[in-house]
């Protein structure tokens, strides 16, 4: 049995598009974890403000409600209130992680905060460069990686090249950048 433990390095004998990525160390899964916590926690701070801002001008409600509402309480005279259909919000919610994701690893080629901080990258493992169309199509990937209780993160330990769901939906990996010393 292998130990899935171990560093493990890029084999393009298993992805056929490109000879440039061969040998590049890959990064590890607790890195991968911690990178995505970090991510997490950024995105949560971004969502609040912007929250907060739609939520100051009454465009949308961000606000977290549990329990029993009252819908025929009266307005409270602050004018005329506009409420989007609730498929509308909900898909503008779910598109805000979508675009930071894939936004901010476009603009960064491959880097998040949580994996600049860790020292890992994303890489595209059929073109240079990350294309916008990879990186949005890796953070909706997150999505499928979350289905069936986070099954897709954990194809980490049986895919040999280390590759979670997203990964495999937008052709890319995730390797350890080097320190550089001067």
Request: aromatic share 14%; no cysteine; net charge positive.
């Amino acid at each position: 049995m292998k130990n899935i433990f171990t560093t493990h390095y890029y084999d393009n004998s298993k992805i056929k598009h490109s000879n440039q990525l061969e040998g590049l160390e890959l990064a590890g899964f607790v890195r991968r974890f911690f990178a995505l916590v970090i991510d997490l926690i950024a995105l949560v701070l971004i969502l609040f403000a912007f929250g907060t801002i739609l939520n100051y001008f009454g465009l949308i409600d961000f606000s977290l409600s549990v329990g029993v509402t009252n819908a025929d309480s009266p307005v409270d005279g602050k004018g005329l209130e506009y409420h989007a259909p609730e498929i509308l919000t909900t898909i503008f919610k779910l598109s805000i992680p979508v675009l930071y994701l894939g936004l901010i690893t476009f603009f960064t080629n491959g880097y998040t905060i949580g994996k600049r901080i860790l020292r890992i990258r994303i890489l595209a493992t059929n073109h240079e460069h990350l294309t916008l169309w990879h990186s949005i199509e890796r953070s909706l990937g997150y999505y499928a990686s979350s289905l069936e209780f986070g099954f897709g993160f954990l194809q980490y330990f049986i895919d040999y090249n280390r590759r979670t769901v997203h990964d495999r939906i937008a052709e890319t990996i995730v390797i350890k950048v080097k320190k550089i010393i001067k």
